[in-house]
């Protein structure tokens, strides 16, 4: 079986657990939950299949019973928590506890650095800034960077990229790599969600802190149908290819940009509002 710091939905691990047990064993859902010291002979068996939740209190005795010990005990506790809080930043907050118990003890999350690297801002900008600034410090990256950051984030971002793969050191200088990080487990849209708040803000910044000549901001207001929307956003998702790819045959880097992209709803549909008056 899988060490716990591969998973991150406490149910899918207690589900392989007792999978793995009664593979070898004549276990039973009944002694899984007497172990555990809960009554109800299925009640395990709900919370792996999502038709009830674990308590704190019931994560710690669920824990103790798969033998969980030490910092997989705490890790399996996180997961509980990762998994049913209710907002993005409770369940940001939660992953990175959980990355800090693997970190600590030298083990790997999966997706992890993936989460790491789009967690800030600074990742993506420093790779793009160092290796266009061969034997800078990383107080001199520090200081072209628009947005407020400090020599030692600079720092520390380098080193983690560097481990990770995203950038090479060659003596005083650094170069990008072909490698990309890209998370496919359910943690990925809220690290990206907070990635795109961030930058979305700073968007909102641009409008009155650059002059028109160094920022390009347009939008339209349109009515269309689900059809329509499905052909603008493939059009958008080739539109941002191309982009990508003048950036890659680039001839030099003079600044770092960032481009969003965004086409949201300004009104409901006249259903969602019918439903809306029904409720």
């Known amino acids: 079986m899988k060490p716990v710091t591969e998973y991150q939905d406490y149910r899918v691990y207690m589900q392989d657990y007792y ?12 002694e899984f939950t007497r172990a555990s010291g809960f009554t109800s002979p299925t009640y395990l068996k709900l919370v792996c299949e999502g038709k009830t939740r674990l308590s704190p209190l019931g994560a710690e005795k669920v824990g103790a019973a798969m033998h969980l010990a030490g910092f997989e005990l705490e890790y399996f506790k996180s997961m509980v928590t990762y998994c049913h809080a209710k907002t993005d ?8 506890g959980m990355l800090e118990l693997a970190h ?9 650095e993936a989460f790491q690297y789009f967690e800030s801002w600074i990742h993506p900008v420093v790779r793009e800034l160092a290796p266009v600034m061969p034997g800078a410090t990383p107080g001199e990256i520090a200081r072209r960077c628009c947005h407020e950051v400090t020599a030692a984030e600079v720092r520390e971002s380098l080193d983690f990229m560097v481990k990770t793969g995203l950038l090479k050191r060659k003596g005083f200088a650094y170069e990008q790599t072909d490698k990309h990080l890209k998370g496919a487990s ?11 708040r961030e930058m979305g803000s700073f968007g909102t910044e641009a409008i009155e802190r650059y002059a028109p000549s160094e920022r390009n901001i347009t939008g339209l207001t349109m009515g269309i149908s689900a059809e329509d929307y499905e052909k603008i956003v493939q059009e958008l998702d080739a539109c941002r290819k191309r982009i990508a790819q003048i ?33």
């Open 186 to 196: 359910d943690v990925m849209p809220v690290v990206l969600r907070s990635m795109h």
């Open 247 to 279: 950036a890659l045959n680039s001839r030099g880097t003079e600044r770092v940009y960032r481009l969003n992209l965004q086409l949201f709803p300004l009104t409901w549909r006249e259903e969602d509002v019918v439903d809306k008056e029904n409720t």
């Open 19 to 30: 999978n793995e047990r009664k593979r070898v064993s004549s276990f039973s859902w009944r």
């Open 89 to 96: 930043q409770e369940r940001k907050n939660a992953y990175e």
């Open 104 to 112: 600590n003890n030298k083990v790997k999350v999966v997706d992890g």
